[in-house]
């Protein structure tokens, strides 16, 4: 998924990109604060985060201008957060309004709830495929050529990652934090005893090498 961060402050974008790039989405930083529209129109992101006060033209303006080209959700990030802003930002056609400064954590799980109601992901994503193998994640069941197993919470979060991200290699320190989501204690030698785990349980059903180690950088399925 990508994002556009629209913010001036280059401490601010920074922190807020690293963070998010951290968990997996894509971040693309404003460069450009006279032509934010043709930015956003060559980068075609999924979500877009607005700062309100920024040079040349404020959030207000851009948000419509995006909002003359598309409904993608728009997240506002402010330390103007009195309730004439918000309510402004919201009629403009914003989505969520976020009070400057703000915790990251809570930003992530904002972007988070909002792309699920936006996309619908529990509906249209409900079975991953790459290649000969299925996931559907209602059940946690995969299957292949016939043959199918369930899998534990953990072994479906970490098989569920890697599955998105097909043909990219995803970090271990992004698969730590989405096994934390299940509130289980994880750290670097838990994460390798719940990737070997997996591993032996895709063998039950005749799928080998299937996630595969890649040195000092994560793993990736292939």
Known sequence: MKLFLVEDDATIAGTVARHLQAWGY???????????????????????????????????????????????????????????????????????????????????????????????????????VCGPVQLRLADGVVSCQGQSTALTRNELRILQVLMENHGKTVSRELLMRRLWESDCFVDENTLSVNVARLRRTLETIGVENFVVTRKGMGYQVG
């Open 26 to 128: 894509e971040c693309y930083v404003a460069a450009d604060f006279r032509n934010i529209t043709e930015e956003f129109l060559r980068e075609k992101p999924q979500l877009v985060l607005l700062d309100l006060m920024l040079p040349f033209y404020n959030g207000f303006h851009w948000c419509r201008e995006i909002r003359a080209h598309s409904k993608v959700p728009v997240i506002f990030l402010s330390s103007a957060a009195d309730n004439l802003n918000i309510l402004t930002a919201i009629q403009m056609g914003g989505d969520d309004f976020i009070a400057k400064p703000f915790d990251l954590p809570v930003l992530v799980a904002k972007i988070q709830a909002l792309l699920r109601r936006t996309y619908d992901f529990a509906v249209t994503a409900d079975t991953v």
